[in-house]
Each structure stands twice: as structure tokens, then as C-alpha cells.
């Protein structure tokens, strides 16, 4: 991880075409460490290099690496255009190296009293010999005293090819039958399980797609991997993967914490992407090859089963059947909120409370929240008497404006809030809830309604005629007060209820009035401190919203409060403004009119006895003209 993080800082600031000082680097790679430990834990912080390790890694970096980095891809072809890696090879005669020269000499024929010619010097290299020496693995030079013997003693004439492994020569008996298909079945003792069962295709495919990780290629996915390896395999590799077979699984956990242990830094992935990158996406890729790999997929998720601390999946790893969530010893926030089937919210503010344990765990750079599965079990049973405030709702039929009313008055008792806890939501427990239902649906019939019945809609409009809520209404129901008659079997919550009609009027009419929720035209224009007629041309140019409402046996016109309060907050009188900018009424409206603010009604515009203007529209010159 230090090492990664001071590479890639490099690679982003240093490596680039604005060549900044080594000490503008170094002050980078300071800020990058301190935020990474700021979400570390204390025992794992990164160490703080020195300004020395910067200018070594710096160092390591290749000629042409540095120069297309810091001087483009031109200058870097053009500089290092003679510098290459060559032909690297693995055993002698592999590959072999030759070339003439005609010599400077003429050669000829006594016998026969001819002239030949000028012969040809052929020279055969060996690269393998070329390369270095079998005994002390060290590179060959041409300065050495002997070409034919290593500094080290080595008699180069006398090199001999490895021979193959048991495990090698077996592994290749056992393709050679079932390529050849002569019926000759392997025995146990040589080819061990799963693998002795394979057909030809599906052996094949497991040996070039662990080659490709044993060899350190595993780059790329699908055929064009595994064909990249095919053409450069190695007799080294082939042991490599024929020894694993041989000590199957021992060999492939191996494996898998080495690909774990070099996996790189990347945030952009998370779970099993993160951890074993291109490895995981091979295995469960979309190829011909990787829809066979069945026994490295089972050996895959049995590893996880008994090695990894899971906790960070995504919805891919749901093609591990064998690794279910039930198996899993941690969850994420995430996936234990969809178990329990709460908002993750729910969970995190419960964690920050202290009511459910979890844990912080680092994975590529990013903190994330694991949740124990026995701890996650406990939890839900604590939770299985708790209802939230959608459920509560839902199950009465209340809208949020009631609803908060009956909270706020206690008739629906809750255990967590605002006020008792400082949760942002409403908690309330089952049991409550439950008796409430019972008070409002049980032994009700549920039928259709009877003539003589209304049902809870009208019942709300007759209420809101009589200027009574719809929560006095809740709490008679919920006493016992006021009774209904039967349920509607098509809808839910109070909206079910029907009542008789002589009840419902009697309760109605016995039942004072809890809010002044309409007022007649004289008494709102005494409440919004206007002339009468002025509030009679709002109503007719359709200002003020009216309504028409019983009342002692003749129909009323009446002016809502809310309509009232909308207004007010709309609009705004001529004379209020004059008397904010210290003028007459006249005054102001001339002054209003050379500023470009025309009223919205007015003698001048409607015909109506006063004017009056959008208050968005003034407030911008009131607050210019305060200013002046």
C-alpha cells in the first residue's frame, strides 16, 4: 500500500509533460498519505517517506517511461529507439542466432589448379548460452577467457535440457489418451480429482487458464488470454500448473493469496473485483473457456467459504451458488438493510446510537461498514415490535397532515422522534398500533354500502363544511364516541369506513367548531384590513377563491383562510407600499410605474377600487431603494 500510493502519485503528477520539481511531488505524496490515514485505523497507519525513497523510486523508473512522460512520445522513440529487452528464451537450442561474412581471403584449389573464391564465415549462437549460464544464473559476456566455459567453471559444450517432472510426464500421458481417444483409462494413482473425469476440451481450458495466473500474465479475459499464453507457454509454467494439479486445492489457495497479495489499488471496484481483479472476471466471464473452469469455480468458492472475511459483495457474486448470504459471517450496511428489509439510514443512525455493533473494515482505500450476521439477527428481533411512520399510515389511511396532528397530541403514541430522541423518524410499536386498528375496523361488517349509510369521503366534506378536522373526527372514533357501521371491501384504512347518516348529522351537528375555516365577504375584508368592495373585485377577477356552503337552511358565499393567507403572500396593496417607501399611495404607484412594475389590478387596469402589485416583483426595488 506505500508503495502503491507513492507510484501512483508519480505516475499522475511527475510523469507529466509540466516536469515539476521532485519537492512538489514529495509534498503530494505527504497530503495523499495523511488523508488515507485519516480513515485508517490507528494500528495501520502508513509511514511518511523520506524525501531519499522518493528519488530511489524515481529511479527505478525506465528511460523510456520518464522520457514519454515528462518529454512526449516522440523524444522518447527518438532516444531510446536503440535501446530493446530482445528475444528472452528458457532452454538451449530454443532459439539460435546466425549470420555470414565473406572473409577477406581467396581460397584456392591445388589439386585441381582452380580459383574458388572468397569463402563465407558462418557463426551459429545459441541465445539460451548467450543469455546466461545454467550453473551460476549469471548474464554471458564475450570478455570471458574461454567462449565455451563460464567464469564460474561451467563447461557450456556440455549442457543438458531438464527433464520433466512425474507429475509433468503424467499429465501429458493422460491429454495424449484422451486426445487419441484409445479407451485406455489413466489410473488413480496418476491423475488426482476432479480432473481425472474431464473430457479433452475442459482439461485443456483448466490448464492454460491456471497457467496464465502461475506464469503472473493473468491479464485480459476470455479466449484472447488464454490463446496470448498458449503461443509463448513455457516448460516451467506447464510444471508449475502440473505440480497444482497434483496437489489439488492446496496448490490453488495458494494461488489465490498470492493474486490477493499483489492486487492492485482500485477504488473505482469493490468485493471480489477489488481483491482478485482480473482473475474473478476471467473465472466468471462471458468465453466458451471460462463456462467449463467447474472445478476451479468450486475450489474458488470454497476458498471464500473458509478464507475470506466477505462483507463486500455485488450483485455479480450472486454466481457463486455454493457462497450464500446465509454462509457469509458479515454483511454490508447495504445488504443487511434489504435482509431486514429497512432504509440503510435506519441502520446507520441504530449504529451511531449504539443499538446495533459493527464493524469498519479498509478494502482498496475505501472504509467500509460490515454488520456480523448474529448481531444482525439480534437486532431484527428487537425491531419486530417497531412500525415506521409509512407503515402506520398505510395501515390507518391517514394523510402526513393528520397523521402529525394525532402524534403531536399523543392520541399515536410513539417510542422514537424528534422530540424523544432527536431521530429524525418516527418510531412506534406494533402492539400500539394494533389496538388502535382494533378500535376503528373490528366486528365491522365488511359489505357494500346501504342506502342509508355515507361513506367516510362525503363525511370528510360535511366535516370540513362544519369547520371540523378530520383528526377530531380520528379521536372520537378512536373513543368510542362515534361508531361506524361496516367496512368497504375495495379500499383501505379509514377511507374503508361508511357510517348511517343519522349518526354521522347527529355527531356533526352536536360537535362545535374547531378552526374558522371559511369566513363570510365582510368579516375577510376586516381580517386582511381591506375595503368591502375592493374584496368584492378580488372575488370577481378571481383573486380570492369562494365557495358556496350551507348554512341554517340558505347557501352562503364564503372566502377560506387559506385562500386569504395565499393572497396576502402574493400580493401586496399600493398603500402598504407607499408606506414603506415614506410616500403617498399615488406617489408610489407613479414611482413603481417610470421603474417598470405594473400592477396586476387597479382602477387603471380592471376596473377595481385599489391596486395591487406581485410582491416578487417589488421587493427587488424596495430593497434597492432601502439601500439608496
Not at 347527529?506 to 374584496?535: F, G
Amino acid at each position: 500500500m506505500f508503495s502503491e500510493v507513492i507510484g501512483e502519485v508519480i505516475k499522475e503528477r511527475f510523469l507529466i509533460t509540466a516536469r515539476p520539481r521532485v519537492s512538489d511531488i514529495y509534498s503530494a505524496i505527504v497530503v495523499e498519505i495523511t488523508r488515507l490515514n485519516t480513515m485508517r485505523p490507528d494500528h495501520v497507519q502508513l509511514p511518511i517517506p523520506s524525501r531519499r525513497t522518493l528519488y530511489r523510486e524515481i529511479e527505478k523508473i525506465d528511460k523510456y517511461t520518464y522520457l514519454e512522460g515528462r518529454y512526449g512520445k516522440r523524444i522518447a522513440k527518438r532516444e531510446t529507439r536503440h535501446v530493446g529487452l530482445g528475444a528472452k528464451t528458457s532452454r538451449p537450442l530454443e532459439r539460435v542466432e546466425i549470420d555470414h561474412t565473406p572473409l577477406d581471403i581467396i581460397i584456392f584449389d591445388d589439386q585441381r589448379e582452380i580459383l574458388i573464391g572468397r569463402p563465407n564465415l558462418t557463426l551459429i549462437i545459441d541465445r539460451y548460452l548467450a543469455d546466461h549460464c545454467p550453473n551460476c544464473r549469471k548474464a554471458l559476456h564475450w570478455k570471458r577467457a574461454e567462449l565455451g566455459r563460464c567464469d564460474c567453471g561451467q563447461d557450456l559444450t556440455k549442457i543438458s535440457t531438464k527433464s520433466a517432472s512425474n507429475q509433468a510426464i503424467a499429465v501429458c500421458k493422460h491429454i495424449e489418451q484422451l486426445l487419441h481417444d484409445n479407451g485406455e483409462a489413466v489410473s488413480s494413482n496418476e491423475m488426482p480429482e476432479p480432473f481425472k473425469s474431464m473430457d479433452l476440451s475442459e482439461h485443456i481450458n483448466h490448464l492454460l487458464f491456471l497457467a496464465v495466473y502461475m506464469s503472473g500474465q493473468g491479464r485480459g479475459t476470455g479466449r484472447q488470454m488464454l490463446y496470448k499464453l498458449a503461443s509463448g507457454a513455457s516448460e516451467e509454467v506447464f510444471e508449475r500448473v502440473s505440480s497444482s494439479l497434483f496437489d489439488w486445492p492446496n496448490s490453488f489457495n495458494t494461488l489465490l493469496d498470492s493474486i490477493r497479495h499483489h492486487a492492485g489499488n482500485n477504488t473505482s471496484r469493490t468485493g471480489l473485483e477489488a481483491e482478485f481483479q482480473s482473475f474473478y472476471s476471467g473465472l466468471y466471464g462471458k468465453s466458451l473457456e471460462a463456462s467449463s473452469l467447474s472445478a476451479v469455480k468450486t475450489a474458488f468458492s470454497n476458498y471464500l467459504h473458509q478464507y475470506w472475511d466477505g462483507g463486500i459483495l455485488n450483485t455479480k457474486n450472486k454466481k457463486i451458488d455454493t457462497y450464500s448470504q446465509e454462509d457469509r459471517r458479515y454483511l454490508s450496511l447495504a445488504e443487511a438493510a434489504l435482509k431486514i428489509e429497512v432504509h440503510p439510514s435506519i441502520i446507520k443512525k441504530d449504529i451511531l446510537r449504539g443499538d446495533l455493533e459493527a464493524e469498519c473494515k479498509t478494502v482498496n482505500g475505501r472504509m467500509f461498514t460490515l454488520i456480523a450476521q448474529g448481531d444482525l439477527e439480534n437486532y431484527r428481533n428487537s425491531r419486530n415490535n417497531l412500525i415506521t411512520t409509512k407503515e402506520v399510515r398505510e395501515k390507518l389511511g391517514l394523510s402526513k397532515k393528520p397523521f402529525n396532528l394525532l402524534v403531536k397530541e399523543g392520541v399515536i403514541k410513539a417510542v422514537k422522534g424528534p422530540p424523544i430522541d432527536g431521530s429524525t423518524l418516527w418510531v412506534f410499536e406494533h402492539d400500539h398500533i394494533m389496538q388502535l386498528s382494533i378500535a376503528l375496523f373490528s366486528n365491522l361488517p365488511v359489505r357494500k354500502i346501504k342506502p342509508d349509510e355515507i361513506e367516510m369521503g362525503k363525511v370528510l366534506r360535511s366535516a370540513s363544511a362544519k369547520g371540523i378536522k378530520l383528526s377530531e373526527i380520528i379521536k372520537a372514533l378512536f373513543s368510542g364516541s362515534l361508531r361506524a357501521s361496516c367496512k368497504q371491501p375495495c379500499k383501505n384504512g379509514i377511507q374503508s369506513l361508511c357510517f348511517r347518516k343519522d349518526t354521522m348529522f347527529e355527531y356533526l351537528n352536536k360537535t362545535s367548531r374547531t378552526i374558522d375555516w371559511a369566513l363570510p365577504i365582510q368579516k375577510a375584508a376586516h381580517q386582511m384590513h381591506l375595503n368591502e368592495e375592493a374584496v368584492r373585485d378580488l372575488v370577481r377577477h378571481r383573486f380570492l377563491k369562494t365557495m358556496i356552503v350551507n348554512s341554517a337552511g340558505r347557501p352562503r358565499k364564503l372566502i377560506s383562510i387559506d385562500s386569504m393567507e395565499q393572497f396576502l403572500k402574493t400580493y401586496a396593496l399600493s398603500t402598504e407600499l407607499a408606506l414603506c417607501m415614506n410616500t403617498s399611495s399615488k406617489a408610489a404607484v407613479l414611482l413603481l410605474k417610470s421603474e417598470g412594475i405594473q400592477p396586476v389590478t387597479g382602477p387603471t387596469v380592471d376596473g377595481s377600487r385599489q391596486y395591487f402589485y406581485i410582491r416578487k416583483e417589488v421587493l427587488p426595488y424596495l430593497k434597492k431603494l432601502k439601500a439608496d
